[in-house]
């Protein structure tokens, strides 16, 4: 099977969000993110963590499940921009990871096009 590189690197950096999210749990303060946004965004990671192996494979599922994990931590971190007393590393943290997660999203998203079909002659 042929894995490009936009492929490939589209797994990095899903598996980095993921790994990040964990470790966001097991070694944040509780605060920031919150502990419940934090647990999660670790249970996101875990998944996209765990799909890794099947998506590179070659399993839709597995992509798929990624992209949506992915987009989920997304839009958990949202907030960090219109809530108040959110500190500005936290702000810059989220929009890193929106941004990384789009990307990893549009990069993995190739991968699901199924190829045209050729009508019979």
Do not use: Q
């Not at 946004?37 to 963590?49: C, E, N, Q, S």
């Not at 987009?71 to 990384?100: E, I, Q, R």
Request: proline residues 6%; hydrophobic residues 60%.
């Amino acid at each position: 099977m042929h894995r490009s590189k936009g492929f490939i690197t589209g797994l990095v950096i899903a598996g980095l969000l993921g790994l990040g999210e964990i470790i966001t749990l097991l070694a944040g303060n509780g605060e920031t993110p919150p502990v419940e946004v934090a647990a999660v965004g670790a249970a996101l990671g875990l998944i996209t963590v765990v799909a890794l192996y099947p998506a590179w494979r070659g399993s839709r599922g597995a992509i798929t499940a990624i992209i949506v994990t992915r987009l989920l931590s997304a839009v958990t971190a949202l907030p960090a921009f219109f809530v108040d007393d959110v500190p500005g590393v936290a702000v810059a943290a989220a929009a890193v990871g929106v941004v990384a997660a789009l990307a990893a999203v549009a990069l993995l998203a190739t991968r699901l096009r199924r190829p045209a079909t050729v009508p019979a002659t």
